[in-house]
Protein backbone atom coordinates (compact mmCIF):
# COMPACT_ATOMS: atom_id res chain seq x y z
CA UNK A 1 0.00 0.00 0.00
CA UNK A 2 1.30 3.61 -0.92
CA UNK A 3 1.36 6.16 1.26
CA UNK A 4 -1.59 7.89 -0.78
CA UNK A 5 -3.65 4.80 0.14
CA UNK A 6 -2.94 5.03 3.33
CA UNK A 7 -4.04 8.45 4.44
CA UNK A 8 -7.02 8.09 1.77
CA UNK A 9 -8.00 5.17 4.49
CA UNK A 10 -7.42 6.95 7.50
CA UNK A 11 -9.12 9.87 6.20
CA UNK A 12 -12.05 7.90 5.27
CA UNK A 13 -12.12 6.03 8.31
CA UNK A 14 -12.09 9.26 10.39
CA UNK A 15 -15.20 10.38 8.67
CA UNK A 16 -17.16 6.96 9.43
CA UNK A 17 -16.34 7.37 13.04
CA UNK A 18 -17.08 11.14 13.18
CA UNK A 19 -20.62 10.20 11.75
CA UNK A 20 -21.17 7.32 13.50
CA UNK A 21 -23.64 8.93 15.67
CA UNK A 22 -25.74 9.61 13.17
CA UNK A 23 -26.41 6.23 11.62
CA UNK A 24 -29.84 5.09 13.75
CA UNK A 25 -29.71 1.94 15.63
CA UNK A 26 -31.29 -1.14 14.89
CA UNK A 27 -33.92 -1.90 17.36
CA UNK A 28 -36.25 -5.20 17.43
CA UNK A 29 -40.17 -4.40 17.40
CA UNK A 30 -41.26 -8.11 18.33
CA UNK A 31 -40.73 -10.15 21.58
CA UNK A 32 -37.72 -10.37 22.92
CA UNK A 33 -38.25 -13.88 24.57
CA UNK A 34 -35.66 -16.33 22.45
CA UNK A 35 -38.13 -19.16 20.62
CA UNK A 36 -37.43 -21.71 17.93
CA UNK A 37 -39.45 -21.12 14.98
CA UNK A 38 -40.28 -24.54 14.27
CA UNK A 39 -43.27 -25.51 15.52
CA UNK A 40 -44.35 -29.76 15.94
CA UNK A 41 -47.13 -31.44 17.12
CA UNK A 42 -48.37 -34.92 16.38
CA UNK A 43 -51.29 -37.17 16.73
CA UNK A 44 -52.12 -40.49 16.38
CA UNK A 45 -55.49 -41.32 14.27
CA UNK A 46 -58.26 -43.44 14.64
CA UNK A 47 -58.18 -44.26 11.24
CA UNK A 48 -55.90 -46.39 8.35
CA UNK A 49 -53.63 -44.03 6.50
CA UNK A 50 -55.14 -45.08 3.33
CA UNK A 51 -58.67 -43.17 4.46
CA UNK A 52 -56.88 -40.14 5.63
CA UNK A 53 -54.41 -39.51 2.54
CA UNK A 54 -56.78 -38.60 0.02
CA UNK A 55 -58.39 -36.33 1.98
CA UNK A 56 -55.37 -34.70 3.18
CA UNK A 57 -53.28 -34.20 0.20
CA UNK A 58 -56.33 -32.29 -1.25
CA UNK A 59 -55.65 -29.72 1.50
CA UNK A 60 -59.78 -29.07 2.15
CA UNK A 61 -59.27 -28.30 5.94
CA UNK A 62 -63.34 -27.80 5.54
CA UNK A 63 -63.48 -31.48 5.88
CA UNK A 64 -60.92 -32.02 7.84
CA UNK A 65 -61.74 -29.55 10.42
CA UNK A 66 -65.37 -28.24 10.04
CA UNK A 67 -65.88 -26.88 13.21
CA UNK A 68 -62.87 -24.15 12.42
CA UNK A 69 -63.33 -23.34 8.90
CA UNK A 70 -66.34 -22.14 7.38
CA UNK A 71 -65.43 -22.21 3.96
CA UNK A 72 -62.54 -23.49 1.56
CA UNK A 73 -62.37 -22.72 -2.14
CA UNK A 74 -58.94 -23.52 -4.66
CA UNK A 75 -58.40 -20.85 -6.47
CA UNK A 76 -55.82 -21.97 -8.92
CA UNK A 77 -54.73 -25.77 -9.93
CA UNK A 78 -56.19 -28.54 -8.82
CA UNK A 79 -57.17 -30.64 -5.72
CA UNK A 80 -54.20 -32.57 -4.66
CA UNK A 81 -51.92 -31.05 -7.11
CA UNK A 82 -48.63 -29.02 -6.69
CA UNK A 83 -48.67 -25.27 -6.65
CA UNK A 84 -52.16 -25.04 -6.20
CA UNK A 85 -53.42 -22.22 -4.56
CA UNK A 86 -56.43 -22.80 -1.83
CA UNK A 87 -58.80 -19.98 0.05
CA UNK A 88 -59.47 -20.73 4.15
CA UNK A 89 -62.33 -18.89 5.98
CA UNK A 90 -62.02 -19.41 9.55
CA UNK A 91 -64.99 -19.07 11.56
CA UNK A 92 -63.96 -16.03 13.10
CA UNK A 93 -63.73 -14.54 9.92
CA UNK A 94 -59.54 -15.07 9.55
CA UNK A 95 -59.24 -15.57 5.38
CA UNK A 96 -55.72 -17.43 4.77
CA UNK A 97 -54.36 -18.01 1.40
CA UNK A 98 -51.79 -21.04 1.26
CA UNK A 99 -50.05 -22.17 -1.97
CA UNK A 100 -49.14 -26.27 -2.06
CA UNK A 101 -45.52 -26.39 -2.27
CA UNK A 102 -44.90 -30.02 -2.01
CA UNK A 103 -46.88 -33.08 -2.19
CA UNK A 104 -44.78 -36.94 -2.62
CA UNK A 105 -47.11 -39.85 -2.33
CA UNK A 106 -44.17 -41.77 -1.12
CA UNK A 107 -43.83 -40.13 1.80
CA UNK A 108 -47.33 -39.10 2.42
CA UNK A 109 -46.23 -35.72 2.78
CA UNK A 110 -47.89 -32.01 1.84
CA UNK A 111 -46.15 -28.75 2.37
CA UNK A 112 -48.05 -25.37 2.22
CA UNK A 113 -46.65 -21.90 2.38
CA UNK A 114 -48.80 -19.15 3.91
CA UNK A 115 -49.09 -16.55 0.91
CA UNK A 116 -51.14 -14.09 2.54
CA UNK A 117 -53.83 -13.57 5.41
CA UNK A 118 -56.33 -11.60 6.85
CA UNK A 119 -55.84 -10.11 9.43
CA UNK A 120 -52.13 -10.33 8.91
CA UNK A 121 -49.74 -11.94 11.52
CA UNK A 122 -46.46 -11.00 12.73
CA UNK A 123 -44.51 -13.36 10.77
CA UNK A 124 -43.19 -12.77 7.20
CA UNK A 125 -42.86 -16.62 6.47
CA UNK A 126 -44.80 -19.38 6.99
CA UNK A 127 -44.60 -22.95 5.79
CA UNK A 128 -46.50 -26.20 7.13
CA UNK A 129 -45.70 -29.27 6.55
CA UNK A 130 -48.28 -32.34 7.22
CA UNK A 131 -46.36 -36.18 6.98
CA UNK A 132 -48.91 -38.88 7.54
CA UNK A 133 -47.55 -42.55 8.77
CA UNK A 134 -48.89 -45.99 9.20
CA UNK A 135 -48.61 -47.12 12.79
CA UNK A 136 -48.22 -50.52 11.89
CA UNK A 137 -49.44 -52.54 15.41
CA UNK A 138 -52.58 -50.85 14.72
CA UNK A 139 -53.25 -50.05 11.26
CA UNK A 140 -54.03 -46.26 12.66
CA UNK A 141 -52.24 -43.11 11.45
CA UNK A 142 -49.51 -40.86 12.84
CA UNK A 143 -49.98 -37.21 11.74
CA UNK A 144 -47.19 -35.10 12.15
CA UNK A 145 -47.21 -31.03 11.58
CA UNK A 146 -44.30 -28.77 11.42
CA UNK A 147 -44.54 -25.84 11.05
CA UNK A 148 -41.81 -23.38 10.41
CA UNK A 149 -41.67 -19.63 10.55
CA UNK A 150 -39.49 -16.85 9.46
CA UNK A 151 -37.17 -15.27 12.36
CA UNK A 152 -38.98 -12.27 12.62
CA UNK A 153 -42.29 -14.70 14.20
CA UNK A 154 -43.31 -13.39 17.38
CA UNK A 155 -43.08 -16.53 20.14
CA UNK A 156 -46.93 -15.08 20.50
CA UNK A 157 -47.65 -15.91 17.13
CA UNK A 158 -45.59 -19.51 17.46
CA UNK A 159 -47.35 -20.44 20.86
CA UNK A 160 -51.03 -19.79 19.30
CA UNK A 161 -49.87 -22.13 16.48
CA UNK A 162 -49.46 -24.78 18.88
CA UNK A 163 -52.00 -24.88 20.75
CA UNK A 164 -54.49 -24.12 17.56
CA UNK A 165 -52.78 -27.40 15.96
CA UNK A 166 -53.84 -28.74 19.42
CA UNK A 167 -57.77 -27.68 18.83
CA UNK A 168 -57.40 -29.04 15.12
CA UNK A 169 -56.58 -32.19 16.67
CA UNK A 170 -59.41 -32.34 18.40
CA UNK A 171 -61.71 -31.85 15.71
CA UNK A 172 -60.01 -34.01 13.22
CA UNK A 173 -60.69 -37.16 15.91
CA UNK A 174 -64.16 -36.10 15.73
CA UNK A 175 -64.18 -36.04 11.78
CA UNK A 176 -62.68 -39.29 11.63
CA UNK A 177 -64.85 -41.18 14.14
CA UNK A 178 -67.98 -39.59 11.73
CA UNK A 179 -66.18 -41.14 9.23
CA UNK A 180 -65.38 -44.36 10.43
CA UNK A 181 -69.42 -44.47 11.67
CA UNK A 182 -70.67 -44.45 7.88
Request: charged share 20%.
Amino acid sequence: MCIRDRVSTQSTWGIIKSNINMIPSLEKRESTTVTSTTQYESAVLQAPLSRIWPVVKQLDLKALLPTFVENFQILSGGAGQLDTTVQVTFKDQAVWTYKIVEISELSHTISFELISCEPAITASSVVNTITLRRVTETNQTLLEWETNFSNDADAAVILDNKYKKLEFFKDLHRTIEALRSK
